[in-house]
């Protein structure tokens, strides 16, 4: 390991590091300036730190499936508004504070699609907590049980 590597990895900087080591490996580093360098490996930092939040987010979400909204299949039997799920797709609900609730009978695909729009607020910078009723009332029963309910309600409010 190089000396300029070993700083990028000290200074917790591991994707410029991986970009200095790939650009040293396929020798494109003579082939740039300073400036196109630089901003080549800032990029790379950039993208690497924002590509680990968003897997920390969806990590902490605890998703029941792992879908996004690509995924979707908008056919008629399934009564999905296309222009509304992707209006939804923008966050701008999350942004206004307005809550959704989705309805419908067992097996419709109710906890796939509100994974599905958790991922997509996950990719959008948001923190999403995933639970299903049930296992949201439980919860709710045990924080009021050791007396944190309120510190739940506040967790799950921002």
Not at 53 to 67: C, G, N
Not at 110 to 130: H, I
Request: with cysteine; glycine share 6%.
């Amino acid at each position: 390991m190089n000396a300029i590597e070993h700083q990028m990895k000290t200074l917790r900087m591991p994707s410029m590091a991986q970009c200095w080591t790939s650009l040293m490996e396929t020798r494109r580093h003579a082939e740039l300036s300073l400036e196109d360098g630089l901003k080549f490996l800032l990029q790379a930092e950039q993208d690497g730190r924002l590509a680990s939040r968003q897997a920390r987010l969806v990590k902490e979400a605890h998703f029941r499936y792992q879908t996004s909204l690509q995924d979707i299949l908008f056919d008629s039997s399934r009564g999905l508004d296309k222009s509304k799920i992707m209006s939804l797709a923008t966050c701008e609900y999350i942004k206004q504070g307005v809550p959704i609730i989705i309805t419908g009978p067992t097996g419709a695909g109710k906890s796939w699609l509100a994974s599905a729009l958790g991922y997509q607020a996950c990719l959008s910078g948001f923190k999403t907590s995933y639970y299903g009723m049930q296992k949201l009332f439980e919860h709710i029963t045990t924080c009021r049980i050791a007396g944190t309910q309120y510190k739940f309600f506040e967790y799950i409010s921002v």
